[in-house]
């Protein structure tokens, strides 16, 4: 158990649906991310969160909408997506920006 | 732009022996460099952080080099076992930067 809890497991939507992620962490850490990983790629850096603050977007499409309530809790928001979207969907936080990356065990999505 | 490079192909190494693992990377230069374990669906774990000041790192059977001239760091498991087998992620960082990237991994068979 990392402390960081991911829900959704597993997800599988239709191309006009519209649902969320959720991530939660119990690590009192300060920073939270999404990433997304797709099969024989690189992790990818979608957003951060630094004291509820976004820091980083990294050039993603505007169908995924970030939301960040505090600094336990980080949402993503999904929205008419793409089957090129299917992916594996991984939460992390951190005490000391970007040091020491808690992920949670992700959400495994798959898009019809 | 930043990049980083791991060995692509998946590495056998007999039960025992030393595994080691590269990460280059070039454009860039880290303050620091981290790995990650990662097992098949689920999220990176968190083993080593090694500073630009520091040219080795130990912990256990672990351990990490940072050569910031060659722009190398290498990961050594000694005495490995087949339990080691997982995909392996460096993560060269900037001073207190929120944007951590990651190497697309090399996946690592210890071999019984």
């Known amino acids: 158990e990392t402390g960081v809890t991911q829900t959704p497991r597993h997800l599988v939507m239709g191309m006009t649906n519209k649902k969320s992620l959720k991530c939660e962490q119990h690590l009192g850490h300060n920073a939270m991310y999404w990433y997304k990983q797709s099969a024989k790629k690189p992790l990818e850096l979608m957003f951060v969160y630094n004291f509820k603050e976004q820091t980083e977007n990294n050039s993603v499409p505007s169908r995924f909408s970030p939301e960040c309530p505090n600094s336990s809790h980080l949402f993503l928001h999904l929205h008419t997506l793409q089957p090129e979207d299917s992916a594996l969907y991984l939460c992390?936080?951190?005490?000391?920006?970007?040091?020491?990356?808690?992920f949670g065990s992700g959400t495994q999505l798959s898009v019809l | 732009s930043q990049k980083i490079e791991q060995n692509s192909e998946a590495l056998n190494i007999q039960e025992g022996k030393t595994a080691t693992l590269t990460c280059n990377y070039t454009?860039?230069?880290?303050?620091?460099l981290q790995w990650y374990r990662q097992d098949p669906g689920r999220g990176p774990v968190f083993l080593l952080l090694i500073r630009e000041n520091e040219k080795e790192k130990r912990k256990e059977r672990l351990k990490v080099t940072f050569d910031t001239t060659l722009k190398q760091s290498l990961f050594h498991i000694t005495a490995s076992q087949p339990a080691d087998s997982a995909t392996y992620l460096c993560?060269?960082?900037?001073?207190?930067?929120?944007?951590?990237?990651f190497g697309k991994g090399t996946r690592l068979h210890i071999l019984p």
């Open positions: 992390a936080s951190s005490q000391d920006g970007g040091e020491k990356l808690f």
């Open positions: 993560a060269p960082s900037m001073n207190r930067d929120d944007k951590i990237i």
């Open positions: 454009n860039y230069s880290p303050a620091y």
